[in-house]
C-alpha cells in the first residue's frame, strides 16, 4: 500500500528533547480550545505547548506515566495514568491535578468525554483478551466495568460523530471494534468493523467530515478511513524519527498532531491539499 502523503509533510512541531519541562516519551495528546497542543509524559508530566510551537509549560504532575488525555466542555483536562491505575483531572478553573477515579481499572489507557450523557469513558488494556471499558460519572468519579467485552488489548477510543457509540481500538486483532450505546447508556453487542490495520493500531481522530485517522505504534504510519471508503495508508515514517512510534493523535484544522512514544517530540503533519 503507497501511501498517500510523503514523509515530508510530517515536521517536528516541538522538540523537547532539551526542553523544560522535557517532553519525555509523549504518549497522549489533544488540543486545548485555544489553539495550543497538550501532552503527557512518562514521568506523570501534563504539558501545555504554545499553538505555534514557541514554549513548554507543565500544568500539573503525578509522578507517574500519563497514557491518554482529553479535555471536557469546561477545559478539564482527564489524563490515564498507567503507574497510579487511576484517571486524574486538571481543574481548570484552579489549574489543581487530582485523582478523578479508579473504581478497579488496572491499566487505563484513553479517556473519550461524554458530556451529552455525562460520563467519562476509559479504555482497560489488561488481558488479551479481557475488560474492555469503564465508565465514570463526570460530576462524582464514580462508576466502574461498562464495557465487559471481551477486547484484545482495549486502546485508544473515539466517540462516533453521531454520539452513537465508541470505537475502540484492539491493537492485537488488529483492527477497530465499535461498542453501541443503547438508549438507557448500556452496551450493544461489539462490532468490528475495521480490520486489516497493520501491524499495531494505537490511536484515533475523528475529522468533522466523518474521516476516522487511526495511528500505528509499529510500525510508524497513520491510516484513513474516509466515510463509505476503504483503509488507505496516509504516511508511514520508515526510519521512525519524525514519526516515531506514533500512539494518539489530534487534529486542528487541516493538521494532524501525533505524540511519539519513541521520541521527545510532537509531530504535524500537514494534510492540506490531500484529496
Do not use: Q
Not at 43 to 61: H, K, P
Not at 92 to 100: H, K, L
Amino acid at each position: 500500500m503507497t501511501p498517500l502523503l510523503e514523509i515530508s509533510a510530517a515536521r517536528v512541531f516541538f522538540d523537547g528533547i532539551f526542553s523544560t519541562p522535557r517532553v519525555a516519551h509523549p504518549e497522549g495528546v489533544a488540543i486545548h480550545r485555544d489553539g495550543s497542543v497538550w501532552c503527557g509524559t512518562e514521568n506523570g508530566d501534563l504539558l501545555r505547548i504554545e499553538a505555534d510551537g514557541s514554549a513548554v509549560s507543565l500544568m500539573g504532575t503525578t509522578g507517574g506515566f500519563f497514557l491518554g488525555i482529553a479535555f471536557d466542555d469546561v477545559d478539564n483536562c482527564y489524563a490515564c495514568d498507567l503507574k497510579h491505575k487511576a484517571i486524574f483531572r486538571r481543574d481548570a478553573a484552579t489549574g489543581r491535578m487530582e485523582r478523578f477515579a479508579a473504581g478497579g481499572i488496572e491499566v487505563p489507557n484513553y479517556p473519550v468525554v461524554d458530556g451529552a450523557r455525562g460520563h467519562l469513558y476509559v479504555s482497560d488494556s489488561i488481558g488479551n483478551p479481557g475488560i474492555g471499558v469503564y465508565r465514570y460519572d463526570l460530576a462524582t468519579g464514580e462508576g466502574g466495568v461498562w464495557c465487559e467485552g471481551p477486547l484484545t488489548f482495549a486502546n485508544g477510543m473515539a466517540m462516533a460523530p453521531d454520539g452513537s457509540g465508541i470505537y475502540v481500538v484492539e491493537s492485537f486483532v488488529p483492527g477497530v471494534a465499535f461498542v453501541p450505546i443503547n438508549a438507557d447508556g448500556s452496551p450493544g453487542p461489539i462490532e468490528r468493523p475495521i480490520t486489516g490495520v497493520e501491524r499495531v493500531p494505537d490511536g484515533l481522530a475523528f475529522a468533522d467530515d466523518g474521516t476516522l485517522y487511526i495511528s500505528c505504534y509499529e510500525p510508524s504510519r497513520i491510516y484513513r478511513l474516509r466515510p463509505g471508503g476503504s483503509l488507505e495508508l496516509l504516511i508511514e515514517d520508515l526510519h521512525a524519527t519524525d514519526l516515531a512510534h506514533p500512539t494518539n493523535i489530534a487534529l486542528k484544522g487541516d493538521k494532524i498532531y501525533s505524540a511519539n512514544l519513541g521520541r521527545w517530540h510532537i509531530t504535524e503533519i500537514d494534510l492540506a491539499g490531500l484529496s
